[in-house]
């Protein structure tokens, strides 16, 4: 199984950002006093949740243009190495 640590990490950042954004649109304004009026808690959701739907669509993207090994001829040539030496290693073993 290949997940991409991009995916649960986007997904993350997009919810928390969600949250803040609610709180920051139905919180009291009083409460901003101390930030010179600014919406601390909205604006930084939308951060948050900009950076969480990049960082999905990143892994998304990243995800379906994984290749195989067998696709091109350097990696052909890297997968027989790699057994070569496995085979090499078991017979220096005993044949396990």
Known sequence: M?????????LMFAVLGML??????????AIY???LGININLW???VLLAFG????LLGRRGTSAA???DD???????????A???REGRKGRGGH
């Open 44 to 46: 930084w959701g939308l």
């Open 20 to 29: 803040l954004v609610a709180f920051g649109l139905v919180s009291d304004k």
């Open 53 to 56: 739907v990049v960082m999905f």
């Open 84 to 86: 070569q030496v496995e």
């Open 67 to 69: 290749k195989s090994a």
């Open 2 to 10: 290949s997940l991409d640590i991009r995916l649960p990490i986007g």
């Open 72 to 82: 091109s001829a350097e990696g052909r040539g890297i997968e027989e190495r790699e």
């Open 33 to 35: 006093d101390r930030s």
